[in-house]
């Protein structure tokens, strides 16, 4: 297994470097062919753009690992619980949820 990971590698990082390499790309057109003429800024270069582009990821999505995209730890492991609840479990748990604070506009509490 740790072989194949060995032989994957250099492609892996080719194509996240090539990746990079478009998008900031892109980001560089769309900022020099919208924002000035819209918003009176002057153009950038190409390493403004991948330091924009990292910028945004920073603030937006910071640096957590694959496991945390989507939401999908916390959708394993709701599923486990609701696969081990009773039926009348889950219709508390249905209750509760509909019926929590936030919801008075619902007419539901």
Known sequence: M???????????????ALGITA??????LLWN?????????TTITFWQAAGILLLS???FSGFRGRRHMGGMMWRKKMFGKWQSMSDEEKEMFRERMHCHPGHEHMGCC
Not at 2 to 16: C, E, H, L, V
Not at 33 to 41: D, E, K, R, T
């Open 23 to 28: 998008l900031s790309g892109i980001v560089m």
């Open 57 to 59: 990821k920073i603030l």
């Open 2 to 16: 740790k072989k194949i990971w060995i032989r994957k590698a250099p492609f892996i990082i080719a194509i996240a």
């Open 33 to 41: 062919n919208i924002l000035p003429a819209v918003l009176h800024v």
